[in-house]
């Protein structure tokens, strides 16, 4: 079971809103060209986006479907990827200060993932995971520089209150 974390030096509502547009996955997640909105309302369970994941010249379709959607803390999707089978993704976002500490989960559930699960495989998981959360912390700390999702960024830096003991870091 792969299991990364990350400290993102944005809101966790930054990084919920990053997370809940279905339409920017292709943005962070590794290894996706496209995605596209099929059904229902992203990120409500049971809403599905297709994704198109690009290799040299063949692009495969898939989709991920919404299981767990609790706003804004908790997303946890199952991917499905063909024959390779299903794996379930999940994603929690804790404060930390005034930032986001994401915990990214993924396991596979059926199919030929699940077979040939084993060490080798945590290994290339734990890297994607690395880049993944590295991509997704680069879109919410962009957003979070611009002022369009974190509140604290709306807030004139003289209104705000400073941490005990000093500078607001």
């Known amino acids: ?16 809103d990053v997370l809940a547009d279905g339409d920017r ?6 290894g996706t060209s496209s995605t596209q909105e099929m059904t229902g309302e992203w990120p409500h369970v049971d809403a599905k986006i297709a994704y198109a994941v690009r290799v040299g010249p063949v692009s495969l379709s898939n989709e991920t479907v919404v299981r767990r959607c609790e706003e804004p803390d908790v997303l946890e999707l199952e991917a499905r990827a063909g024959v390779l089978g299903t794996a379930r993704i999940a ?3 804790r404060p930390w200060g ?9 396991h596979p559930l059926q199919g030929v993932g699940g077979l040939l699960h084993n060490a080798a ?4 998981t734990q890297i994607r995971h690395r880049a993944l959360l590295g991509r997704l912390a680069k879109v919410c700390e962009s957003e ?6 974190d509140d604290r960024r709306k ?3 003289a209104a ?4 005990e003991g000093g500078a607001d870091a």
Do not use: N
């Open 1 to 16: 079971m792969a299991v990364r974390h990350r400290l993102v030096k944005a809101s966790p509502q930054t990084v919920w």
């Open 25 to 30: 996955y292709a943005e962070w997640v590794v």
């Open 91 to 93: 994603f929690e976002l």
């Open 98 to 106: 005034r930032h986001c500490l994401v915990i990214l989960d993924e």
């Open 121 to 124: 495989v945590e290994v290339v």
């Open 144 to 149: 979070a520089r611009g002022g369009r999702s």
């Open 155 to 157: 807030t004139p830096a």
């Open 160 to 163: 705000r209150p400073h941490a």
